[in-house]
């Protein structure tokens, strides 16, 4: 997905926690670039059980990818906010 809309980095922290619920698929790997309130970046990788959130560069627009099987995309764009 790409986005415009701007995260923090506890609710990015929050998102990853509840992709290891269940309630969306089987996550297998979720990665993203989005922007934050303050003008930086906020980049974040995340396997099962293990997240990594941290700024970095500036990319053009948010994106954000979730893989796995039987994902429900739908929630999963709705816990994003996208």
Not at 17 to 41: F, H
Not at 43 to 52: Q, T
């Amino acid at each position: 997905m790409e986005t415009a809309r701007k995260f923090d980095a506890e609710t990015i922290r929050h998102a990853l926690e509840e992709l290891d619920s269940g309630k969306y698929g089987m996550v297998l790997r979720a990665k993203g670039i989005v922007p934050a309130p303050d003008g930086t970046w906020i980049h974040f990788d995340h396997v099962p059980g293990e997240a990594d959130v941290r700024t970095g560069s500036a990319d053009v627009t948010g994106k954000l990818c979730v893989i796995g099987t039987d994902l429900d995309e739908f929630g999963i764009a709705k816990l994003f906010g996208v």
